[in-house]
Structures are given as structure tokens and as C-alpha cells.
């Protein structure tokens, strides 16, 4: 795989919806008085992520909504030093159009994070090919481009803008990611199984790098595997992965790349914690760690924005699974979905360091 060389005006673009979300911490939502807000969206959490924590010039192209909650989520873009493609939507003062509202609270224990949505009549279902000028946005060089799942099942005009944006990417030399995130519910609203794969199939020749795990693989691309709900091994056996990749890359030879997180959870506050990448045919995992988990949404992005970086940088790819797992584990231990860490404490993790105070 042929990373771009630095210098271009952005290393990262992504491509999705932005959301926020309403965070009661460990109370349940039904009986909370009060919430912190997180801006958050799986593509823009990557572009967050590598502009705070590892220092890249980053963008994300998405929708907008000119209200007081548009307004807080732009202020928390800047903040995060991400450079803003916005295709603007007026709000009527009643129903819309909106950003979408993610209610979350962390769980403890024994009891589960419980996680709804509101995303009824969301701006960023209603982006559609023709929207953002690529060619534009590309004029400068862009080195790296990242879309999801999640955003490419919000409309049937969703996928058509990853498309048109892959597309335009291949044109100008940059690498493509895409994270699977299968959800059946978001697939229903277009059409089920069958019209996601068709959908998720046109994307996926389009991209060189997949995110996803034996499910989205299954479901999304229509790879043979074991039963997702049943298979005997455990959670953090990358036999099951790695058996399937093979028959991903048949299908999809433009792939260089699929890489997942490996978790097993054994309470809402410990899990074990593994990775692993296929890289140019090459097969790699990376150790187990038993985490302490204060908030689990966004490791999985986490583990992505490493990997991601890593790779721009020029290291090699255990090295890259190493960056990508220890800064994923790292996401664990803060409130939110982005990055509040630095680069020399994931590089230390990724090492092997402790959790013994620094002094």
C-alpha cells in the first residue's frame, strides 16, 4: 500500500454525520437531572483524534444546522483543531432540519451502558451526491480519506456521497478507509440485508483500508464466516477474522488492509482488550489488556485513528496495530468520544508501560 507523502494541505479527510451526545454519567438516563454534552460521530472522532493527539492537519466534510445546537458543535470542531467542510442546512425554528441527539449513559458494574437515538429528520440523512465539491477540497492534496457504515445507512443518499467521495479520492492519489459499523436498524430504513450489501459493495471496491469485525464483514460484505452468534471460540481468538479475510480480499482485491478491535467484556468497568490487522497479506495481533473502563464509546475509533496515523507516519505495520490498540485502550479512560491523550503516552503504552504514577 502506497502512503502518500507528507506535505499535503490535509493528511486526514472525513467524511460523516456529526451528532452529540447527552451524557448522564453512571446515572440512567430515566432518572437523571443533569448531563454532560460530547460532540462525537465515528468519522469525525478519527479526524478529532489524529489532529489532537497526533498533531495532522485534519478535516471533516458534513452537515450543518444554523440553531444554538449547530452552533455548540461547531465551536467543539474548532476546538479539536478539525478544519470544517460544512454543507449548511437552515433549521425552521420548529422541526428541523436537526443534528442528530445520541442518549447515553456509561453503566456500571453488573448494569450496562444503555444507548438511544433521535436522529428523526437529521440534516445529515439528507446529504446527497453533488453536495460537497470534491475536486475543490482535493485541489490542495489530501492524503488519507475515511468514511463509515453508520453515515453510509442514515439515507439512501448517503452511501452515494462515500461513493462520490472514494471515488474522487482514488482520482487524486489518497488512501481510503472505511469502518463496516454494521447496524441492522439503520439497514432496515433503506431497504434490509439485501440493499445494504448492494450498497456496502459499491463503497467497499472503492476503498483500500476496511475497519470491521467478523459481523460487519458477514453482514456487510456478504463474507461466508462462522455464526456470529454462536461461534464456540473465544471473543479475542482472531481465528475466525483472519479465515475470513481471505475471502473478503477475493471478493474485494482492492483491499490492502482490514484491521478490528477484539474485546471481551466481563462487566460494563473490565474488559479485555486485543486487536489484530491483515496487512498486504501479512497477518498481525497485538497483546491483551485487561482494562478499567470508564467510558467505552469511541475506542473502537480510537484504535482506528492510531492505526491511521501510524501508517501516514511511515511506521511499520505491528507498529501500527501497537499505536492503534494502546491509543483505543487509552479512549477507555476518559469521559467522551475523542482523544485526551498525547502521543508519548500511547507510545508508551504501545510499549508496555504502567500505570505507576509519573513524577
Known amino acids: 500500500m502506497k502512503i502518500p507523502a507528507p506535505g499535503a494541505d490535509l493528511d486526514f479527510l472525513a ?17 437523571a437531572t443533569n448531563f454532560d454534552i460530547h460532540v462525537s460521530g465515528g468519522e469525525y472522532n478519527c479526524a478529532a483524534n489524529l489532529a489532537s493527539c497526533f498533531g495532522l492537519s485534519t478535516g471533516v466534510a458534513t452537515a450543518m444546522v444554523d440553531n444554538g445546537i449547530g452552533e455548540l458543535i461547531q465551536r467543539q470542531v474548532r476546538a479539536m483543531g478539525v478544519r470544517p467542510f460544512y454543507k449548511n442546512f437552515q433549521h425552521d425554528g420548529v422541526r428541523g432540519p436537526n443534528m442528530a441527539t445520541v442518549y447515553s449513559d456509561r453503566g456500571q458494574g453488573v448494569r450496562p451502558p444503555v444507548v438511544f437515538y433521535n436522529r428523526a429528520n437529521e440534516a445529515g440523512a439528507m446529504l446527497k451526491p453533488g453536495d460537497f465539491d470534491w475536486d475543490k477540497i482535493f485541489a490542495g492534496g489530501v492524503r488519507w480519506v475515511h468514511s463509515g457504515g453508520i453515515f453510509a445507512a442514515l439515507s439512501e443518499t ?10 474522487a479520492a482514488g482520482r487524486h492519489g489518497a488512501i481510503r478507509s472505511f469502518d463496516l459499523n454494521y447496524r441492522a436498524k439503520l439497514w432496515d430504513t433503506i431497504g434490509g440485508l439485501s440493499k445494504g450489501q448492494e450498497m456496502m459493495a459499491k463503497i467497499v471496491s472503492n ?11 458477514q453482514k456487510g460484505c456478504g463474507i461466508k464466516g462462522p455464526d456470529v452468534e454462536e461461534k464456540s471460540t473465544g471473543k479475542l ?15 474485494f482485491p482492492n483491499v490492502k488492509a482490514v484491521a478490528t478491535t477484539l474485546r471481551e467484556v466481563h462487566s460494563t468497568n473490565r474488559h479485555s482488550w486485543s486487536a489484530v490487522l491483515w496487512h498486504d497479506g501479512k497477518e498481525y495481533v497485538a497483546p491483551t489488556a485487561e482494562l ?11 484504535f482506528a485513528s492510531g492505526l491511521i496515523y501510524s501508517l501516514l507516519d511511515g511506521r ?14 487509552l479512549l477507555t479512560t476518559f469521559t467522551g468520544d475523542v482523544s485526551r491523550a498525547t502521543l508519548p503516552e500511547v507510545e508508551a503504552f504501545a510499549k508496555g508501560g504502567s500505570a505507576r504514577v509519573q513524577r
Open 15 to 31: 467524511l460523516g454525520a456529526l451528532v452529540h451526545r447527552l451524557d448522564p454519567g453512571v446515572t440512567p438516563f430515566r432518572t
Open 158 to 167: 448517503t452511501s452515494q456521497v462515500v461513493v462520490e467521495m472514494m471515488e
Open 207 to 217: 476503498v483500500d483500508v476496511l475497519i470491521g469485525n467478523e459481523e460487519d464483514l
Open 237 to 251: 481468538d482472531p481465528a475466525n477474522f483472519f479465515k475470513m479475510i481471505g475471502d473478503a480480499v477475493e471478493k
Open 292 to 302: 478499567d473502563v470508564i467510558d467505552r464509546i469511541g475506542g473502537g475509533d480510537g
Open 316 to 329: 511499520e505495520p505491528e507498529q501500527a496495530l501497537r499505536i492503534g490498540w494502546a491509543h483505543g485502550a
